[in-house]
């Protein structure tokens, strides 16, 4: 199958007392045409800082920078001009960030702030394209989409809120979805109509999803591919069967082992793991997961093994995951 999205050694920096952090190291991965590819890892992995750097939204941010190559269809976005990349983000690649409260602005109606969002200033285009907007809230499971168009986002619930966000995001038919924790705020049971309705819209539309989780379960059910991301390097890639039916990588095993105990990735490394994330600035030399890794050996405190082909679909960044 194509691949629509293909990232090499990307890294992003911050720069601290002008010495550079590295918040995601030496990346690289590809999404297949009409996918879901999940990345799963803790809290403070730096997910979302790949997520921010894939759309170039670190852009202008002085005390950042951002090294590699990312290609959607062949051309590195990296490289685009800011009026491409604002239209590559308008049109074929969208974003549905977080946290849905903070993404609405309080004291406007959620149908201007719906047709502000996907520049609809035209009339006779708008009310074309509201029957559109109304069609997607509707199979997203609002049953009255009218009344939540003309509504203040304070009446309305996160899970409301957060199926206006997606029906923004998809609304121009985008390529890619970059959907970073898109249910994190919601119940199970509401949790998996919005992913049904996420699949099914990938689906028809043919889109691809990033799917941004500390929810292995939802990685589980959703992705045909999946990354295992610690200490902002990507530590396993597999094919979803694989990496969660035979894990290779000592963290993906530990968490593969209690995590349907708890449910959640900081609860299980809370209760399963001895030690902690390292922070960015304080990595040690060697392996980053070596503190808490029951193979642990003398090599692996020396240097850092690099992410390693095991077989044509799989890469484990581990020398001894036998
Ligand atoms: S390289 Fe060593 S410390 Fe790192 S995961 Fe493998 S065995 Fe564990």
Not at 49 to 63: Q, V, Y
Not at 67 to 76: A, L, P, S, T
Not at 156 to 179: C, E, N
Not at 305 to 312: G, K, Y
Request: aromatic fraction near 8%.
């Amino acid at each position: 199958m194509q691949n629509i999205l293909r990232v090499h050694n990307l890294t992003v920096q911050v720069f601290n007392q002008s010495k550079p952090v590295s918040l995601v190291d030496d990346i690289s991965f590809e999404i297949k045409k009409g996918s879901i590819f999940a990345v799963v890892g803790e809290s403070g992995c730096g997910k979302t800082t790949l997520a921010f750097a894939l759309t170039r939204l670190f852009s202008g941010a002085h005390n950042f920078s951002v090294q590699g190559k990312v290609y959607v269809n062949g051309e590195d976005i990296l490289e685009l001009s800011d009026e491409k990349i604002r239209t590559l983000r308008r049109e074929q690649i969208r974003y549905v960030f977080q946290d849905p409260v903070q993404s609405f602005n309080p004291v406007k109606k959620i149908k201007k702030q719906v047709y502000d969002a996907l520049n609809l200033n035209n009339k006779s285009d708008r009310t074309r394209k509201l029957r559109k907007i109304q069609d997607l809230l509707r199979k997203s499971g609002i049953e009255n989409p009218d009344e939540v168009l003309e509504s203040y986002p304070h009446q309305l619930s996160v899970g409301t809120l957060q199926r206006i966000l997606i029906v923004m995001a998809i609304f121009p038919s985008p390529k890619i979805l970059i959907a970073d924790e898109p249910t994190s705020s919601v119940d199970a049971t509401l949790r998996y109509r919005i992913l049904d309705f996420l699949d099914e819209m990938r689906r028809t539309m043919g889109m691809s999803i990033l799917l941004i989780t500390h929810d292995l379960e939802i990685a589980r059910r959703y992705a045909e591919d999946a990354a295992v991301m610690y200490a902002g390097r990507l530590v396993e890639i597999a094919p979803r069967e694989k990496l969660f039916v035979q894990p290779l990588h000592p963290y993906t095993q530990l968490l593969m082992q209690y995590y349907f105990k708890t449910g959640d990735i900081d609860s299980t490394v809370t209760q399963s793991l001895s030690g902690s994330l390292p922070s960015p600035m304080y990595l040690p030399k060697g392996c980053t997961f070596q503190n808490r890794c029951y193979k642990v050996r003398d090599d692996c405190k020396i240097e850092e093994p690099p992410l390693t082909e095991i077989d044509n679909e799989r890469l484990v960044r581990c020398p001894y995951w036998k």
